[in-house]
T-cell receptor, first 113, second 113 residues
Framework: DQQVKQNSPSLSVQEGRISILNCDYT??????FLWYKKYPAEGPTFLIS?????DKNEDGRFTVFLNKSAKHLSLHIVPSQPGDSAVYFC????????????FGAGTTVTVRA | KAGVTQTPRYLIKTRGQQVTLSCSPI?????VSWYQQTPGQGLQFLFE???????NKGNFPGRFSGRQFSNSRSEMNVSTLELGDSALYLC????????????FGQGTRLTVV
């Protein structure tokens, strides 16, 4: 049972434009959300997170938006750079489950020069 | 500070064999989680160990087992290997009980033939 879903397996964007990655979840107990970035042959690296008490968190070019009523979060990357080409995983966790991470299937982002 | 180290990086095994993967967490981290990554499935949670005790377990058959040693190093064992076990196995460490940010190793690529 996939509790975290990334319905777009891939995204292609022009360099300098905005990349928007979407993630939906089904478990209303989730209260902490993270985005990880993964390059080939490397492990995922933490990118940005957001607690359920917030609806937006920004870190440089990366902004995560959380819509709890819709059980939806998104990651905005602006401007997109070639080095952003990677697989992005959305993850969610809940205090009630010792913050075990549930991951989405990932979205492969390709930034075109 | 050294990152999470997983050994070996690559492994080829035959159906029916068993395999042991190793993970050394970041120094000071007491929680180690294991994930299986297959194309299109994202990261599937296997189990988590904290202070030598299994604290969380995912929905994998009993052929998948693990343990954690007093120095927080962890091993994962898969017995009676099946072709479907071919995947990237990732280990993640985090500092304490709250797994809000996990640091991943590069993974072990297991191929079962």
């Amino acid at each position: 049972d996939q509790q975290v879903k990334q319905n777009s397996p891939s995204l292609s964007v022009q360099e300098g434009r905005i990349s928007i990655l979407n993630c939906d979840y089904t478990n209303s107990m989730f209260d902490y959300f993270l985005w990880y970035k993964k390059y080939p042959a490397e492990g995922p690296t933490f990118l940005i997170s957001i607690s359920s008490i917030k609806d937006k968190n920004e870190d440089g070019r990366f902004t995560v938006f959380l819509n709890k009523s819709a059980k939806h979060l998104s990651l905005h990357i602006v401007p997109s750079q070639p080095g952003d080409s990677a697989v992005y995983f959305c993850a969610a966790s809940s205090f009630s489950n010792d913050y075990k991470l549930s991951f989405g299937a990932g979205t492969t982002v390709t930034v075109r020069a | 500070k050294a990152g999470v180290t997983q050994t070996p990086r690559y492994l080829i095994k035959t159906r029916g064999q068993q395999v042991t993967l190793s993970c050394s967490p970041i120094s000071g981290h007491r929680s180690v989680s294991w994930y299986q990554q297959t194309p299109g499935q994202g990261l599937q949670f296997l189990f988590e160990y904290f202070s030598e005790t299994q604290r969380n377990k995912g929905n994998f058959p009993g052929r998948f087992s693990g343990r954690q040693f007093s120095n927080s190093r962890s091993e994962m064992n898969v017995s009676t290997l099946e072709l479907g076990d071919s995947a990237l196995y990732l280990c993640a460490s985090s500092r304490d009980t709250v797994n809000t940010e996990a640091f991943f190793g590069q993974g072990t690529r297991l191929t079962v033939v």
